[in-house]
């Protein structure tokens, strides 16, 4: 799957967001597959669920990530 990566910092929260198409924002991080996209959000967010995390990203081609600081 290819995926692109757009990340905000600020002094509060990280936003990161993950798309399945380029849409102007963010970095191209190439054709993933499924672990290496699964490993890449935990490491993000380590609480997250992760199958509903990677199904959201499948299905609507777009996963917004936010960690509170």
């Given at each position: 799957?290819?995926?692109?990566?757009?990340?905000?910092?600020?002094?509060?929260?990280?936003?990161?967001?993950?798309?399945?198409?380029?849409?102007?924002?963010?970095?191209?991080?190439?054709?993933?597959?499924?672990?290496?996209?699964?490993?890449?959000?935990?490491d993000i967010k380590p609480d997250i669920n992760i199958d509903q995390a990677f199904g959201t990203l499948?299905?609507?081609?777009?996963?917004?990530?936010?960690?509170?600081?």
């Amino acid at each position: 799957m290819t995926i692109w990566q757009y990340k905000e910092e600020k002094e509060t929260h990280l936003l990161v967001k993950l798309y399945r198409e380029d849409h102007g924002e963010g970095k191209f991080l190439g054709d993933l597959d499924e672990e290496s996209i699964r490993k890449m959000i935990l490491d993000i967010k380590p609480d997250i669920n992760i199958d509903q995390a990677f199904g959201t990203l499948s299905y609507f081609g777009l996963l917004p990530i936010l960690v509170v600081k």
